[in-house]
């Protein structure tokens, strides 16, 4: 019904910069909550960045001042600029889309509390 596909990952060095992008496919569809989180071997996934449909934005401390996440409603889009990236940034980043509904005439109908993405690869080398 709604599937996530995303973009943008990679290999890339130290100090340099990628942006991801996650597009939530089906009409009419209304998202309170689009976020990416990441997953390193051995690790428990946890929350990188997310936006509400209010914009406002939630980071882990330790991407702030150097991760950005922006939406694009219209396209239901999410993108996540990393700038300064470091080797431990390394991981497979996962979209996730919270609380998904279907904009009716009667108003919205929640379908799903969360979806989430295949995953793209991030690779930082030292």
């Known amino acids: 019904q709604v599937q996530l596909v995303e973009s943008g990952g990679g290999l890339v060095q130290a100090g340099g910069s990628l942006r991801l992008s996650c597009a939530a496919s089906g009409s009419a569809v209304t998202i309170k909550e689009m976020g990416w989180y990441r997953q390193a071997p051995g690790k428990q996934r946890e929350l990188v960045a997310s936006?509400?449909?209010?914009?406002?934005?939630n980071f882990a401390d330790s991407v702030k001042g150097r991760f950005t996440i922006s939406r694009d409603d219209a396209k239901n889009t999410v993108y996540l600029q990393m700038n300064s990236l470091k080797p431990e940034n390394t991981a497979v980043y996962y979209c996730?889309?919270?609380?998904?509904?279907?904009?009716?005439?009667?108003?919205?109908?929640?379908?799903?509390?969360?979806?989430w993405g295949q995953g793209t690869q991030v690779t930082v080398s030292s």
């Open positions: 936006i509400t449909d209010g914009g406002s934005t």
């Open positions: 996730n889309a919270h609380k998904v509904g279907i904009a009716t005439m009667f108003g919205t109908v929640n379908i799903r509390n969360d979806y």
